[in-house]
């Protein structure tokens, strides 16, 4: 698909700018304006798919989760990556690094298999369900956004595939 001038400069937007601009685009046009929009913008992301989840200001910590995506996806980099974050409790880091990072990460393409590591196989468990309930969601605005997504296998160890591309694989472990 060709580019626009709206292509060109959409990343440039401030988010007023951005949700001005989104208000005045043909409705059937949004959906692909949203996708490109969100793929450098993380925070957006996580506030329009899940509103009332991301309902806050986010702090310092939160922004330097979501420059994690500033590292090349897996097609582009020479070796894997491995991200550990440590913080307090109740800073919402296990909702950003093992949820909002990891849908956009495979809504994006840029990973080919998630390992959801915990301390326990009890909680890895709880962050693969929630994120495995996202890609077998039919109604949420992700799942409309991103869709359709074939999901096979179980918590522990499933794997989905976006709009027809290869599979990515997610498994759960504890350390």
Same mark, same amino acid.
């Given at each position: 698909?060709?580019?626009?001038?709206?292509?060109? !400069?959409?990343?440039?937007?401030?988010?007023?700018?951005?949700?001005?601009?989104?208000?005045?685009?043909?409705?059937?046009?949004?959906?692909?304006?949203?996708?490109?929009?969100?793929?450098?913008?993380?925070?957006?992301?996580?506030? +329009?798919?899940?509103?009332?989840?991301?309902?806050?200001?986010?702090?310092?910590?939160?922004?330097?989760?979501?420059?994690?995506?500033?590292?090349?996806? +897996?097609?582009?980099?020479?070796?894997?990556?491995?991200?550990?974050?440590?913080?307090?409790?109740?800073?919402?880091?296990?909702?950003?690094?093992?949820?909002?990072?990891?849908?956009?990460?495979?809504? +994006?393409? !840029?990973?080919?298999?998630?390992?959801?590591?915990?301390?326990?196989?009890?909680?890895?468990?709880?962050?693969?369900?929630?994120?495995?309930?996202?890609?077998?969601?039919?109604?949420?605005?992700?799942?409309?956004? +991103?869709?359709?997504?074939?999901?096979?296998?179980?918590?522990?160890?499933?794997?989905?595939?976006?709009?027809?591309?290869?599979?990515?694989?997610?498994?759960?472990?504890?350390?």
């Amino acid at each position: 698909m060709p580019s626009s001038p709206v292509d060109d !400069r959409i990343d440039e937007l401030a988010p007023n700018q951005f949700a001005e601009l989104i208000q005045r685009v043909p409705a059937n046009a949004r959906p692909e304006i949203l996708r490109r929009r969100f793929r450098n913008h993380r925070d957006e992301f996580c506030r +329009y798919c899940w509103p009332e989840r991301f309902n806050l200001p986010f702090s310092d910590l939160h922004h330097a989760l979501f420059r994690l995506q500033r590292i090349p996806g +897996y097609q582009e980099r020479a070796q894997d990556v491995r991200v550990a974050v440590a913080a307090p409790r109740g800073y919402a880091k296990s909702t950003i690094a093992s949820f909002a990072n990891i849908a956009h990460d495979i809504v +994006y393409d !840029r990973e080919a298999y998630i390992v959801l590591l915990s301390a326990t196989q009890r909680l890895s468990l709880g962050f693969s369900k929630g994120l495995r309930q996202q890609f077998t969601s039919k109604h949420s605005r992700f799942a409309q956004l +991103y869709g359709p997504f074939e999901v096979e296998g179980g918590i522990g160890e499933w794997e989905v595939s976006v709009r027809g591309r290869p599979p990515v694989g997610v498994l759960a472990r504890s350390c």
